[in-house]
């Protein structure tokens, strides 16, 4: 199934895109997105499907958007 992937801020940098599309088993998980992106797990992030925060353990369906924004601070 196809899904949507936005990353926002240094993860830009850091895995080479901003946004693609990608394939991935049906049954995915967050967590296991992240594997599949190599962003580590234990890194504050926020993550949001279709506009909305999500848990790493949800299942992404076909068609998500999938943003995933590390965690700012400062003013």
Partial sequence: ???????IGPFVQLF???????????ATTIDGLLGLIAIDKARP?????????????????NGDRI??????SGG
């Fill in 1 to 7: 199934m196809k899904i949507t992937v936005k990353l």
């Fill in 16 to 26: 080479g895109f901003g946004e693609k599309e990608m394939e991935v088993a049906p």
């Fill in 45 to 61: 992030k926020i993550i949001t499907r279709n506009g909305l925060a999500v848990g790493t353990d949800e299942t992404v369906e």
């Fill in 67 to 72: 943003v995933i924004s590390p965690i700012y």
